[in-house]
Each structure stands twice: as C-alpha cells, then as structure tokens.
C-alpha cells in the first residue's frame, strides 16, 4: 500500500505562515477522504481538517486561519496561517480509501504518512 507524503514544515514565528503539501501516488484524491491531523509531544492525535466530495470539516481550533484543499497534480495542501506556539507538533496526512469522511476522527483513516514537523516560536 502506497502511504501519503507530506513535506513544507519548517520553523517560523508566531504570526507567520507554512503550506503543507501532501502527494499520493496512484489514487485519485477528489474522490477520497484526505485529512491532516497533528501530534504534539505528551498529547494525542489531532485531527485538524479533512475533505471529501460532499464537505470540508475544520476544527475549532484552527478555525479561520487554517485552510485544507486540493491542488493540481494530485496533491493536498494545508494552509497555515497566523500560526501560534500551540500550533507546534508533528503534522500528518491520511487517507481514508472508503470516499467518505466521517467527523474528525483518525479511527477512519487507512493510510499515513510520515509526518511533517511544525515549529511556531513566540
């Protein structure tokens, strides 16, 4: 099973700005679930944003500054802007084969990627 990959992370202070991007070899992304999720240190899994055909779900907590959508060449991007030291944690891509998203919840996702790390200094 091919896993998702995920690169654009980096170190940048509070206010600033990072893209995400996520590629996928092999699956058409405009017709599954994708979602970025992120982990900080001593928490749990996060799920942040997710798309299908039918919607886009943000989390309340990045609600307005982050934004999840699909680009050319089959990739997924996670816009982030005005980010905040809280923002800081290792950053996911997922995939859930099914078509269809169900809530935030990380339990429907088949696929992983590595992860992308994100660091907001004050």
């Known amino acids: 099973q091919v896993q998702p990959v995920e690169s654009g992370g980096g170190s940048v202070q509070a206010g600033g700005s990072l893209r995400l991007s996520c590629t996928h070899s092999?699956?058409?992304?405009?017709?599954?679930?994708l979602g970025w999720f992120r982990q900080a240190p001593g928490k749990e899994r996060e799920g942040i944003a997710n798309?299908?055909?039918?919607?886009t779900r943000v989390a309340d907590s990045v609600q307005g500054r982050f934004t999840i959508s699909i680009g050319n060449a089959n990739t997924l991007y996670l816009q982030m802007n005005n980010l905040k030291p809280e923002d800081t944690a290792m950053y996911y891509c997922?995939?859930?084969?099914?078509?269809?998203?169900?809530?935030?919840?990380?339990?429907?996702?088949?696929?992983w990627g590595q992860g992308t790390q994100v660091t907001v200094s004050p």
């Open positions: 997922a995939a859930n084969y099914g078509g269809r998203c169900s809530g935030l919840s990380a339990g429907q996702f088949g696929s």
């Open positions: 092999g699956y058409l992304y405009s017709r599954l679930c």
């Open positions: 798309r299908d055909t039918s919607a």
